[in-house]
């Protein structure tokens, strides 16, 4: 696509629910990354993709969080037994891969899923 | 592991003049990208502008351009003819191999 896509936009859930967020990337773009957001604040990285593997994925906060890609393209990021704090924005970027040029390492990013847990 | 500060949580400045945010970041990488993004209340990341750490340049474009200074690990950003579409959150990043890290943000806001 011409652009990073993320659904839903919105999610609103119960405390203990399971949620599931999706990026979409640029197609071509092998890295992909996701990011939290609080309101006001900076942005807290998650995991890092390359292809679909994770070789970084020492951001994300506990076990209740994971995140898969499959076929070097759509990921998901699957939060169980949400909590209140898990409440916040959810970002997803992407870029190629990260040598030198043009394009390298720019990241592009998704409008991003807010999730409310009440 | 490497560190992104931004040491202003908020900036304002008149339309039309000149106002720079400053970034400090740490690290033990040699080859490294540094970014300035833009964040609009819209939520909406847009990238600004673009360093790469093995070229001595500053980069520009229009209106925005960097004072890059690795010695120094420093990466502030100049931004000329301040516009009011110019007021949003600014995040200085830094990118190595896959590692990346947000500073923590300057909310800029540009006033009539």
């Known amino acids: 696509g011409a652009g990073v896509s993320q659904s839903p936009s919105n999610k609103v859930t119960e405390k203990g629910k399971d949620v599931e967020l999706r990026c979409d990337p640029i197609s071509g773009h092998t890295a992909l990354y996701w990011y939290r957001q609080s309101l006001g604040q900076g942005l807290e990285f998650l995991i890092y993709?390359?292809?679909?593997?994770?070789?970084?994925k020492s951001g994300l906060p506990s076990d209740r969080f994971s995140a898969e890609r499959t076929g070097g393209s759509v990921s998901t990021l699957t939060i169980q037994r949400t909590q209140q704090e898990d409440s916040a924005v959810y970002l997803c970027a992407s870029s190629l891969a990260s040598t030198r040029g043009s394009g390298a390492n720019v990241l592009t990013f998704g409008a991003g899923s807010r999730l409310t847990v009440l | 592991a490497q560190t992104v500060t931004q040491s202003q949580p908020e900036m304002s400045v008149q339309e039309a003049e000149t106002v720079t945010l400053s970034c400090t970041y740490d690290t033990s990488e040699n080859n490294y990208y540094l970014f300035w993004y833009k964040q609009p209340p819209s939520r909406q990341m847009i990238l600004v502008i673009r360093q790469e750490a093995y070229k001595q340049q500053n980069a520009t474009e229009n209106r925005f351009s960097v004072n890059f200074q690795k010695a120094a690990k420093s990466f502030s950003l100049k931004i000329s003819d301040s516009q009011l579409g110019d007021t949003a959150m600014y995040f200085c990043?830094?990118?190595?191999?896959?590692?990346?890290?947000f500073g923590d943000g300057t909310t800029l806001t540009v006033k009539p």
């Open positions: 990043a830094f990118i190595s191999a896959g590692k990346s890290t």
């Open positions: 993709f390359q292809g679909n593997s994770a070789p970084d």
